[in-house]
């Protein structure tokens, strides 16, 4: 499949029939619920210690979103959902996403957010994220490829893109988690971001929306 035109089309075509109906069923009601979580840039890094190989962290380039492509096979329909929904993300206009590699292909990858992009929060997903203060940044779709899990991409991806924020003058982080994940959870934790509440996300007849 072309990495060009991301769109929902293309997720229930990768889904197959029983699952795209699953994802069909679960848009006519659901309910989940997702914490917020905050970090300030400007208090020291709590240290933890290194796990697995050190990767470069560095821009998405096209050659990388045909090989995220070539991999879905290797994912659950859940996990290809995800992986799908945040490749229609970057196309969407979002377009600080980021990946590791390893063995020439992608072990990770991760977007950062940027408060310039808030025009675009409010246009096409204000039901979902607070826009962010002008010394404030996001990171969102996080996800480490199966092969590559157990090498410490979450936490090693995380702090360098923080980093980065933290060099360009920014001064505090937020990411949103759905309660049931619960190993990133504890990973943000772990790097030192901190609950600041819990909401509902509804999805109604294909609207999704959370109680922000």
Not at 114 to 142: A, G, H, T
Not at 204 to 209: A, H, P, Q, S, T
């Amino acid at each position: 499949m072309s990495s060009a035109g991301i769109n929902n089309w293309h997720i229930l075509r990768e889904l197959g029939p029983s699952n795209s109906l699953k994802l069909l069923g679960s848009r006519v009601f659901s309910l989940d619920h997702y914490f917020v979580l905050r970090k300030n840039l400007m208090e020291p890094e709590p240290e933890t210690p290194a796990v697995g190989a050190k990767l470069a962290l560095e821009p998405i380039a096209p050659s990388d979103i045909e090989k995220i492509l070539e991999s879905l096979a290797s994912l659950t329909p859940a996990e290809k959902r995800d992986v799908l929904g945040y490749l229609h993300f970057y196309e969407s206009g979002f377009k600080n996403c980021y990946v590791m590699r390893r063995d020439g292909q992608v072990a990770y990858m991760q977007t950062l957010i940027y408060p310039e992009q808030n025009d675009l929060i409010e246009r096409k997903y204000r039901s979902k994220f607070y826009p962010l203060k002008e010394s404030q940044v996001m990171v969102e779709n996080v996800f480490t490829f199966v092969p590559f899990r157990g090498l410490g991409c979450l936490q090693q991806g995380t702090r360098k893109l923080l980093g980065l924020a933290r060099s360009q003058g920014y001064r505090s982080a937020v990411c949103y988690i759905r309660k049931d994940r619960i190993v990133s959870l504890n990973e943000f934790i772990k790097m030192g971001f901190k609950i600041t509440r819990m909401m509902p996300e509804y999805k109604v007849l294909g609207r999704v929306w959370r109680d922000l």
